[in-house]
Structures are given as structure tokens and as C-alpha cells.
């Protein structure tokens, strides 16, 4: 049998309920919920813009102010641009052109040669906000300096005694008892206190008669006494000795007494005086007023009858003359606002420049002397200088050991003496020089300029201390590296030392003067920190021996590494000697020098005695952010043979002193010459057919370092290879043997080949290739078919066709890419026309494949990329095809913007962007072919990756349209046309779709990528601007509804962050004021301006004619209705614009300005409507913290419940049916906590917010008047104002509603004395009473409150609180006391009292 439940007690049923207050908060919350119906205001449609102007064009012209109505002529054009080069002549070579057959090489010697095409605004320096106008009003001068009362007061304190002497008034101060005049109290001995009284006068001349506890009269004073209204001061010693009595107008009295007699008889002469002069001012006032008054009355009568009646054109004239004279002389209302004189960066686009060569931190190397310590004279007389014995050669490179590689090209410098040069025979000249093949482009004048260089000019992208520069230093081939500089390593007697290494040294020098060994190195560090500091005080270390085993520049990293341990290097063998070099930075101007393909720059003197210093290049690490867009053609091969391994070869006798001589051939034929394009050495041509390797002295295994450099010519070929010729160098110089056999210096043993080209590309880096001991004619066609067997000429290997020679290459070059993806897809192109005949499949293969392109290749190559996949754009066939060079160049602009590199994508589509030439036939353009590959790319099918990189960097792809629009309409001669004639139906189509489709990522999927959605809604807004100055300007306002009814009211603050971005950008259009037609729009015959019947309020009529700023005054006005943070960007985004029509030259003068007033004259009925949420009278500085309390504490909601008040739309049947309804409105901040009376019905409109309609920063509501809207200034039309959104009655914050005032002020000064006659002719009482109020509160929220109160505002010490003894001074007070009493009256006036009793 179950348990009976036990009973519950009736008071613990009770707990288990929620309390009538959460009850009550809970279904108030569910009313205020089911009350919000979501409800967008309707769209007005915008005019037709283009017929409006053609059909008006008779007003238009008529119109004095017609310059406000019509875009100018000239408002946009396209230009070519000279490039600008730091060259004497361009840096491509006269016949590359010619020889060039790739399409590659082609498109990038274009890209070099090609000058700038860009595209001017003529009035963009309008199209910014106001702060970015091109006569930009700075700071005005300096107000004209009043004194106020309230600064009187401050001023008196700091420095009261010396106050009233400089203003040669009467002063006093001293000590005096005071009487407690309390009348409930009888004045005894023990109620006077011992106070500091001090006399001062006022800025009015008036008196004061202050008190302090002390003498501290910098302090706030204890209390006053107003002179001006004292009638008499008679002595009183009833109470006191020594007392005296000041009588009051009011009958009060004040009891003072002094010390002395002699004191009292002074403080009572000084103050009867006083009242005397007051007295006397008092009269002369009187008298002069009525004097005044009555000339005046004389005065007018006279000029109006004679005056007038004789001059009546000088009389008007004048009055005019000096009305303007007023008006223009003021100072802009705006410039005195606060946010005008604020600096604000965030708006101002980066320059864009064009692209430009950039280089690293400059070096300048002077290499002044190498001397050893072996030093004689050379000469055969022995008459001559005193030098090295033998000559030296000097190689300066800069060497990483962070990244551990070479980070410079070699510098050769020859620092010998002239008899010392004299002792090598000059080289062979079939070798050196030749028949001249034109590779080279260096003139012959320049050639003897050249030949000793002892400057060089370094650059390094990423300095730091581990960088080091090393000198290699090589004597004439002579022997082993240890026999040779023994004698420099001695410290003892040289001279016969010296005359011994002369001898030998000449013999080597004439036997084998062209080959060289090495001989010793030396290295410094060059900076002292990574900002690029020069460690100008380092010197090179000892000159060390070279080690013959330890010659790679991977050996000389490692000894690099040791550099600063000093137990390392001291194992190291010196050569005593000194090696004199110099670094400094590199100024800007720096003349006379060639860059490392020895083209001369502009600062250039080609005189035989000019010193030219040398441009070295450096080989920028292949990284992304060190990689520039090329500007220049520059086409080098560094070649690095390494190592030969020869110790097992048998087909030679002997083959230990190897010599390799490098060529660079196109043929194999046999009686082909190398081509003259080897850089040579210092004291030899500027060009040279060959160039040798440094000998090791018996190594048969031979290691080099040698670096070889090589002008490539602009087209190669499968025949251009690298020839490699070994030769064994006999140095034995010994007189045994037959002449005959002496005369064989080298002996050839041996040849290499290394084919430049291979599937298209320069071959580079590490190649381990064979030797033959033969050169058969067509060596190059050899192939191995499989085992033992070959094709080709026969062909004897040495060492059974072993991999014997390691080399290495480095390419650089501007017209040759390492890249297979880039070289494919241009192969291909080449063959298909740029994808004119190519077929779809095989095309889109490619560009998929361009996604693997190497980040720095990209960047290298970045116009000339770019140039291409637009040309590929507008000749495809398919729709794939346009879709995947949308994705790469979407690829492109992502990588270049993560890398930070974005300013080059800018200077490509200002500067490089050229549109193609348009064939209607056969191409199509690349804005309408963009377009439609965008909105593709757009849809929600598609992948979301690359749809989200199209967002975020989306100004790239918006940008290339209008240039590519701009340059439709001028190379086609399309501007002369009408804007609905320029661009092609399917163009008018594609824009609106792509509209459409960016829409839902912007409004829909900004949580989840805010980035993108604010990067695409900024770039929509800055195309749809510029689109205003090529299209239909009609189709254009229609883009813009599109974009604003894809938001709604209650909307998350993004999205109106968004929208007003959009409008603030739009708005700024340079031709904004034209856009809105500011002209009369009546039916009929052609209507003066001076008919125009004007909107004061926000019509359906006034949105559709003057579009754009009614479109931007509705969404003002909805915004007013949301939430603090959403009313403060919407107010700042309105304000911006006036200031910026305020502060536009264009429309300076005072006709301009009150004819943009006209556009904005439906802010009256804008601010009418919340009128008493501006309606605060309480100027306090201090931000209220929205999330304070306080109101709702101070205030509590005194709800009337007799009234019958407004019903919610929902009904809520849970509660009690008496309850006044409107309380859900009250608590949700959309209705008056205090109607009185009738509720009028057209301000509770549906409550169509999303959000949270409560609001946190309401302050105390005044009570709601109701307004005769019967009678309104719109009587036969519906305000679209507001369209359906909640009136709110929450006050605005101060910063608000002095915005909103500024503009109202600014409106009111500039709009013409007809339009504000009208318009109180036209109101009706409650909107007159409105906008008096209004204007009320303007002189409230602007009055000067004195410089204490600022600066205790600046220093955030809160507001002055006032002791109650001190208030008995009035704030501004005149002579007579009549002003005094008028401005008492006023402010203890409400505001409704004071209208409703005037």
C-alpha cells in the first residue's frame, strides 16, 4: 500500500514560487519579446539619373549653380608614364628584342621596357574624407581673446592682489570679524568669527567683498558679499567696538567688526567710496540709455527718408557688403570642433610607388694597398719604387656564416704597381679577345675606364655580425703554395731573400703569366649589429697561408666559424704582410659607378681619369620576402668548377699542375669560336673568350674556388654549353733538357661539356659530370642508347667514362626562370597563342600546376605573371579556364599579401596593369571576363578556401576592374557615349551578380571570417564609388539598395559597422554633391531654384531624387533607434560629411553652401523626432559609464496608472489585464515613462530590432508633449524617417548630442534666410516649439563653463561642486543688476515653462 504524500504547508508552497518582482521581470521580458516584429523599412527606388539629366539638361544649364549638378568633362583620363631608371640607357640589351624567340624571355624584356599606363582622377584628392582634402584648413588662428566672468572669478584667485592695482580700481584686505546675521539668533560677542576679507573689483567693474578662513586667498573664498547691492555702511558699535553695519536691497545686513578705530574708519571710507562710484555709474547708464535710444528712433527716421530715398542702391550695397563681409570673415563653425582638429591616420591609403630596384645595406669597399714585408725594387736599373717583388691579386667576397654559403659575387681588384704589372707578357690574344661578337654591350671608351677597379660597392639584404668580408689573395703559378711563401713568412735580413723571389719570379711571370695559384686570405667582419651599423674601426686579420687542402668556399666557412677563437686561428700559418682596405656607408648621390653588368648610372662622368666604382652582385637568398618584382634585364651565369678527380685516370702521362680553362660556346663544330662573353679579370678586356682556375702545384685531385662569370646571351639554344678544357702546366723551369722541351708550357689532358639547357631551363646548382681525352666534331649529339652502346660521334672517356668533374652553376637573370611549373605554362602558352587554341583539359592542367610555383619565383616574375594570366583570361574559351586563372591569380595575391608584399600587388595594378587591347571579335575584356570568373568562385558550392582569399583581398581584384573599365572606355573612345551605351548588357549583369553573391559572405559568415567580410565590404564600397565616374549612375544607386537591404534593424553591431563603412566610402565620392541633384524637382514648366519646394523632412519623394543623402539620413535616423555604440558611428559617419562640404574648396562660397544645406534640411525633422532624447540641459564633461546603475536609482519609474496608454501588439493573457500596458515599453526603453496625455499613435511604430532593445545609458526621460501632426509640414505625405523602427526614449550621451548639434548649427548658419522662413512658416506650434527647444539646448551644451572647469575636466578631477556660501554671486551680472536678475529668472525656468509662458 503506497505512502499518503504528506501534506505541504500552505507558506512552504509559497517559497517554492518566484516573487511577484521576478514574476513581473519575467513576463514583462516575454512581451517585450513577442512585441518585436521584424521589419525592414522599405526600399525607396532611385531615379533614373541619366534620363533626369537629359530631360532636365535645359534647368541643369540654366542653373547659376549648375557646376553643382553636372560632373565635369574632364574627370578622368588615362597616361603613360616615362619609367624612371637610375641608367644612362635602358638596361636591355639593342637586339634582345630581336633574338628573342620565347615567349618568356619576350614578355619579360616588355615588362623591363614598358613604360607606366595609368589612370588620373582629376578631383581625387576630394574623393577622401575631410581630412585628406587637398587644401586641407588647418587649425584657425587664434580666436579673438574675451574675458568672461566666470575666468574673472579663477584669474581673481591666483592672483587677486595684484588684480584690482592693474585695473587702477580701489583694493583692500585684512583681517575683520564677522557676525552670524542668523535671524533666528541675536548677534552676540561669541557669534563673530575671525575671518580675511579681501576688496576686488570685476572684469564689470563691480565689487566683491570676499572671506577666508586665512590669508590664502588663492583658495575658494568661505563666502561674498556683492557690492552692487549694498545701499549704505554705517558704523554700529551696539553689538562690538569698532563694528560697522553694511545694509542690503533686500533689508538684509551684514555686521563687520575691526580691531582698531583707525581700522574701522578705513574699511568704512574705502566701501562708502565704492558705492559712490556705482552710484555715479549707475546714472551715467541711465542717461546714456535713454540718450541712445532716443537718437536711434532719430536716427532711423532721418535715414529712412532721406538717406533711402536718394541712395537707395549705395544703402542696399552696402548693407550687403558688409553682411558678406561678416559671414566670410568667421571662421568655419566646423573648424572649432574638436574631431575636426583631430589626427586620424586610419583613413589614409599607403603611396604606392612604382616598382623600383631596391638594394640591401650599402657597402663602399676601397681597396687601397697590399705590401709584404719582401719588398725591392723591380726595375732592370734598379731606379724606380720600392714594391712587392712579384705581382698579387686581390678577390673580395662576402661570406655568411649564419646561412653558411657565399652571399656575394667576387670582386677582383689588381693593386700592383705599374713596373710590377710590366712584368707578366700579355696573354694570349686569340684567347682573350677574337673577332667581337656583340654579346657585350660595353663601348670601347669605357673600356680602358674599367680595366683596374679599386671600389666596389657591396650590397647585403640581412646584415648582421656573422657576416664576413674575405680577401683571397693569388700570385702568378710558380710551385707548391708552402715553397712559395716561405721567404714572406721570414722576419730576417730580405734583400738577398727579395733578389732571390724577383729572379724566380720574373721567369715565372714571363712563362706563365696567365695562370695563377693561390697564395694566401684574409677576413673582417663588417657590422657590428643586424640594423646594418658599419664596424668601420675592424682591420683584416693577418693575411694566413692558404692550405691547398682547404680551398672551397665550404672550407673557408668553416674557418670563418673559428674566426673569434682566438686558440684557432693562432695555429694558423701567417704571411707577414698588410692588406689595406676600407669600408664606409654609401651615400644616396654617390657618382661614377657601373652596376654589375657594368651599365652606367646617371651620375656618371666618362672621363679617362674618372674613378669607377663597381656594383657587386649579391645573390639574395630564393626566400619570398627577400625577393623583389624585376625592374631591370640582367642575365648572368656564375660558374664553380669544384673538383676533378684524376688520380685514376690512365690516359695521360702526366696530368698533376691541372689548369681548367672554361668557355662558353653555341656550336660543336669544330671550327666554332667561344663566344666573347666571359667577364674578365682587372688589366685584361672587359670581355674575354675564356677564363682559367686557379693551379694547384702537383695535386692530381685538384680542389678550386674559382668563381667564372658570364654575360648569357637573351635567347639560348639546346647548342649553348659550358666547355671545360684541362690542361697539365709544366713549372719546371730547369735549364736540363732539350729547348724544345721547355717550350711545352700546358699540355691538354683532357675535356668536359655541360649543356646549358635542359628541358627548357638553365641548368644549375651541382653537376657531376665526365671527361673525354678527345673533342670529336658534334660532341654534343653523344647519347648512351643502353649497355655499350651510343649514338653520336665516337668519343674516348677517361677513367671509363667515370663522373670525374664536380661544377657548379648560379643563374641570375631577369629573363630566365628555374621554375619547371612557370617555364610550362609559358611553353605552352607559346604554343597555343596564350590559350587561344588550346584545348580546355591541357590548359587548366597548367595553371593547376602554377600553384606549385616556387613563392620567390612568384614574386620575381610578378608583372610579367600576372600580364600573362590576364591575356590567358580574356582569349579563353571556356569558362574552366577563366575560372582557374581567377584561382591562380587569387593563389598569387594571397602568397603576396601573407609574405607582406602587398605594396607590390598595389604598384602592379596602379603602374603595370595594362588592359589588352580589345577585339570585339575575337578577345574579351578582362573586367567583364573577372567578373563573371568571380561570382563563380563566389558561389556557396564553391571551395570555400579560395572563396575566402577572394574576400579578404578582394581591393586587388576590384581594382583591376575599374583600371581595366577606365582604359575600355578611352582606348575605345567609349566616353563619349552615353553611361547606359559604354558597357555591354551581360557587363550590367555580371556587376549586379557579383553584388548579389558577395552579399551573403559579408552579412552571413562575418563570425566565422570577420577579416574577410570587412576587407570585401570595404573593397564593394570603394568599387561601387568608383563605378559612379565610368557607368550608369542609376544602375550604380541600384547596387547600393541591393547592398543595403541585405541588412535589417537590430542587426549585431558588425553588420552596422559594415554598413556605414559602406556609406561613409560611397559618400565620400568626389562628385558627391552632383549625385544627389541638389536642384528643384517640380512637375511643370523648368523651376527656379527660388520655387524649390523644400523637404524638411524625410519624404519617399526627397529619398528617390536626392538618393544617396537620403539614403544615408534613413539610416541615420534607424540607427538613432539602436543601441549607443551603432548611433555613435552612424552620427560620426553624417558629421565627417558636413565637415568635409564645409571645408571643400569647390563649394567655399556662401550661395554653395546653402544650397548643400537644401540636401540636408530633413535633419530638422530628423532631430525633431527625438527631440527630447537630445533635450538635456545638465552639461556635464565626464563620460556616463553605460553600464551604471545610478539613473535607475536616483529616478525610479513613477508610473502613472490611470492613463489609458498605448497596447503592445502582443498580448501576454498571463497577466493581470489592468496593468498599464505600456510599462513593457517603459522597461525596454521604446516609451515614455511619463505621457500625460493622448498618446499619439504614430511614435510607438512596430518594433522591428533583432537585438536587445533595453537600453543600459538612459538618463532621466522628460515628459512626451504631443505633437499636432495634423498640421505637419508633410500634411499629404508619409515620413519614411524612421520607416517602422521603435522611437526610443532613452537620452543620447553628451558626446551625441553635441554631434548631432553641430550639425543642426552648421544646417541652421549656412541654409538662406528664404529657406528658414519657410520652414517656420510651414511648421507646425509643437515642431516650432521643437526646434526652439533644440536650439536652447545648443546654447546649454556649448555654454563656456571657464578655464577651471576644463582643465579640471583634462585632468579628470571631476566637476566643480560649488559650497552653497559662495553661491550668493550670480554667474554674469551687469551694472545695473537688471541682466543679473533676467538670467536668474531663465535658468531656474524648466523648459517647458519657459515656451509655454512666452
Known sequence: MALAAPETRKFTRALSKPGTAAELRQSVSEVVRGSVVVAKPKLIEPIDYENVIVQRKTQILNDALREMLLFPYDDFQTALLKRQSRYIHSTVPENAEKEAQSLFVTECIKTYNSDWHVVNYKYEDYSAEFRQLPNKVTKPEKLPVHLYEVDEEADKDEDAASLGSQKGGITKQGWLYKGNMNSAISVTMRSFKRRFFHLIQLGDGSYNLNFYKDEKISKEPKGSIFLDSCMGVVQNNKVRRFAFELKMQDKSSYLLAADSELEMEEWINTLNKILQLNFEAAMQEKRNGESHEDDEQSKMESSSSSFDSYYPEITKSTREAEIKLKSESRVKLFALDPDAQKLDFSGIEPEVKPFEEKFGKKILVKCNDLSFNLQSCVAENEEGPTTNVEPFFVTLSLFDIKINRKISADFHVDLNHNSVRHMISSAPQQMMNGSGDGSHRIQDTYETMLQYPKQGIFSVTCPHPDIFLVARIEKVLQGSITHCAEPYMKSSDSSKVAQKVLKNAKQACQRLGQYRMPFAWAARTLFKDASGTLDKNARFSPLFRQDSNKLSNEDMLKLLADFRKPEKMAKLPVILGNLDVTIDNVSPDFPNYVNSSYIPTKQFESTTKTLITFEIEEFVPCIPKHTQPFTIYNNHLYVYPKHLKYDSQKSFAKARNIAVCIEFKDSDEEDSLPLKCIYGRPGGPVFTRSAFAAVL????????????????????????????????????????????????????????????????????????????????????????????????????????????????????????????????????????????????????????????????????????????????????????????????????????????????????????????????????????????????????????????????????????????????????????????????????????????????????????????????????????????????????????????????????????????????????????????????????????????????????????????????LREVGNALQEFREVRQIAISVLKNLMIKHSFDDRYASRVHQARIATMYLPLFGLLIENVQRINVKDVSPFPVNPSSNQSAKDDGLNLPTANQLVTPQKTVNTLDNNLPKDLFGVISGIASPYTTSTPNINCVRNADSRGSLISTDSGNSLPERHSDKSNSLDKNQQSSTLGSSVVRYDKLDQAEIKSLLMCFLHILRSMSEDALFTYWNKATKSELMDFFTITEVCLHQFQYMGKRYIARNQEGLGPIVHDRKSQTLPVSRNRTGMMHARLQQLSSLDNSLTFNHM
Not at 647519347?783 to 652553376?809: A, C, F, N, Y
Not at 595575391?893 to 602587398?902: M, S
Not at 568571380?934 to 583600371?963: C, G, Q, R
Request: glycine share 4%; aromatic share 12%.
Open 697 to 1112: 702545384h702537383h695535386h692530381q685531385n685538384p680542389e678550386f674556388y674559382d668563381e667564372i662569370k658570364i654575360e648569357l646571351p637573351t635567347q639560348l639554344h639546346e647548342k649553348h654549353h659550358l666547355l671545360f678544357t684541362f690542361y697539365h702546366v709544366s713549372c719546371d723551369n730547369s735549364s736540363k733538357g732539350s729547348t724544345k722541351k721547355k717550350d711545352v708550357v700546358e699540355t691538354q689532358v683532357g675535356y668536359s661539356w655541360l649543356p646549358l639547357i635542359k628541358d627548357g631551363r638553365v641548368v644549375t646548382n651541382d653537376q657531376h659530370i665526365p671527361v673525354s681525352a678527345n673533342l670529336p666534331s658534334g660532341y654534343l649529339n653523344y647519347q648512351e642508347m643502353g649497355v655499350g652502346k651510343h649514338s653520336g660521334p665516337e668519343i674516348k672517356w677517361v677513367d671509363g667514362g667515370k663522373q670525374l668533374l664536380k661544377i657548379s652553376t648560379h643563374l641570375v637573370s631577369t629573363v630566365y626562370t628555374q621554375d619547371q611549373h612557370l617555364h610550362n605554362f609559358f611553353q605552352y602558352c607559346q604554343k597555343t597563342e596564350s590559350g587561344a587554341r588550346a584545348l580546355g583539359t591541357e590548359l587548366v592542367k597548367y595553371l593547376k600546376s602554377l600553384h606549385a610555383m616556387e613563392g620567390h619565383v612568384m614574386i620575381a616574375f610578378l608583372p610579367t605573371v600576372l600580364n600573362q594570366l590576364f591575356r590567358v583570361l580574356t582569349r579563353a574559351t571556356q569558362e574552366e579556364v577563366a575560372v582557374n586563372v581567377t584561382r591562380v591569380i587569387i593563389h598569387i595575391v594571397a602568397q603576396c599579401h601573407e609574405e607582406g608584399l602587398d605594396s607590390y600587388l598595389r604598384s602592379y595594378v596602379k603602374y603595370a596593369y595594362k588592359a589588352e587591347p580589345y577585339v570585339a571579335s575575337e578577345y574579351k575584356t578582362v573586367h567583364e571576363e573577372l567578373t563573371k570568373s568571380m561570382t563563380t568562385i563566389l558561389k556557396p558550392s564553391a571551395d570555400f578556401l579560395t572563396s575566402n582569399k577572394l574576400l579578404k583581398y578582394s581591393w586587388f581584384f576590384f581594382e583591376v576592374l575599374i583600371k581595366s573599365m577606365a582604359q575600355h572606355l578611352i582606348e575605345n573612345s567609349k566616353v563619349k557615349l552615353l553611361r547606359n551605351q559604354r558597357f555591354s548588357a551581360s557587363f550590367h549583369h555580371a556587376v549586379e551578380t557579383v553584388v548579389n553573391m558577395l552579399m551573403p559572405h559579408i552579412t552571413q559568415k562575418y563570425r566565422d571570417n570577420p577579416e574577410a567580410s570587412k576587407n570585401a565590404n570595404h573593397s564593394l564600397a570603394a568599387f561601387i564609388k568608383r563605378c559612379f565616374t565610368f557607368m550608369d549612375r542609376g544602375f550604380v544607386f541600384k547596387q547600393i539598395n541591393n547592398y543595403i537591404s541585405c541588412f535589417a534593424p537590430g542587426d549585431p553591431k558588425t553588420l552596422f559597422e559594415f554598413k556605414f563603412e559602406f556609406l561613409r566610402v560611397v559618400c565620400n565620392h568626389e562628385h558627391y554633391i552632383p549625385l544627389n541633384l541638389p536642384m528643384p524637382f517640380g512637375k511643370g514648366r523648368v523651376q527656379r531654384y527660388q520655387d524649390l519646394q523644400l523637404d524638411y523632412s524625410l519624404t519617399d519623394e526627397f529619398c528617390k531624387n536626392h538618393f544617396l543623402v537620403g539614403l544615408l
